[in-house]
């Protein structure tokens, strides 16, 4: 056994300095860290067509080491990439579940989705990824401080039959108090932040997974899926059904008044 792992030790030693010899004859190489810390830094801020050039840097930088390799080689840096991003999320208290199969999901989707041919357009789609899960950790900052709580409590909490009094319980508050101060500082009621949480979520799950629309009806706890289409189309513009189909449609978010908001 200790022979065994003093090879390995030994095939890696070599194969080090054979690529402190290699990387020498290529101009560029010292940057990489240095874009790569330039990107999560973009990717964090949200700053999403800068963290799409960034990444692209670090691609052709790539392509000039490994050349016909590449896209290989890049296959296994955006996993690399996805697992950094996971860990900063865990740093930006992000349950470790949702880290986890956040992990999950971009490896799966790298190996199964990627298409050798369309990585650039790949990267620009991680990129958006990225982007969307860290707005959702962003912390609120309101004034008062149960309404910043209960914002993060629904993020986390989304896929669970959430209601009003089930929130207000949960921060031993009453309804009515809970309802006033949310609209009061958020500018729309707890209800309608709900419906528009839900919307937000399940977009994913239309134009990324093969579930039925009734199974993500049910899974965001619309009591139908009649009801789940005329919420869903009142917020993006189209039905569910339309969303799946048409790809040309661009995700819908709701903007929360920037000031109410710093960055993770």
């Known amino acids: 056994m200790q022979l065994h792992q003093y090879s390995i030790s030994e095939t890696i030693s070599k194969r080090y300095f054979q690529e402190i010899d290699n990387i020498n004859q290529y101009a560029g190489i010292e940057d990489f ?26 691609i052709d930088i790539l392509s000039v080491r490994f050349g016909k390799q590449v896209i290989k080689v890049v296959r296994s840096y955006f996993v ?8 900063k999320l865990l740093d930006n208290q992000v349950p ?23 990585f650039l357009q790949f990267a620009d789609d991680l990129i958006d990824f990225y982007v969307y899960f860290i ?3 962003k912390q609120p900052t309101f004034r ?19 209601t009003v009094e089930s929130i207000a319980a949960n921060f031993h508050i009453s309804t009515s108090h809970l309802s006033r101060i949310f609209r009061e500082h958020v500018g ?16 994913y799950y239309l134009r990324h997974t093969n579930k039925s629309i009734t199974s993500i ?22 039905t569910p ?20 908001y710093e960055s993770v």
Request: proline share 1%; net charge negative.
């Open 33 to 58: 860290f240095v874009l790569e810390s330039r990107l999560i830094f973009e990717v964090y801020h949200l700053e999403v067509a800068k963290a799409k050039k960034t990444l692209h840097e670090i």
């Open 80 to 87: 690399t990439l996805s697992s950094i991003v996971a860990r």
């Open 96 to 118: 470790s579940k949702k880290a986890f199969a956040f992990n999950l999901a971009c490896a799966d989707m790298i190996e199964n989705k990627m298409k050798d041919a369309e």
């Open 135 to 137: 707005a959702d950790r």
């Open 144 to 162: 008062h401080q149960t309404v910043n709580k209960v914002i993060m409590y629904i993020n986390d909490e989304l896929e669970n039959d959430l």
């Open 188 to 203: 729309i009621t707890l209800v309608e932040y709900l419906n528009v949480r839900r919307v937000e979520e399940s977009q």
């Open 217 to 238: 009806s049910d899974q965001f706890h619309f009591c139908n899926q009649s009801y789940f289409t005329r919420i869903f189309k009142k917020y993006t513009g189209v």
């Open 241 to 260: 059904k339309h969303f799946r189909d048409e790809l040309h449609h661009d995700f819908f978010r709701f903007e929360i008044p920037e000031v109410a």
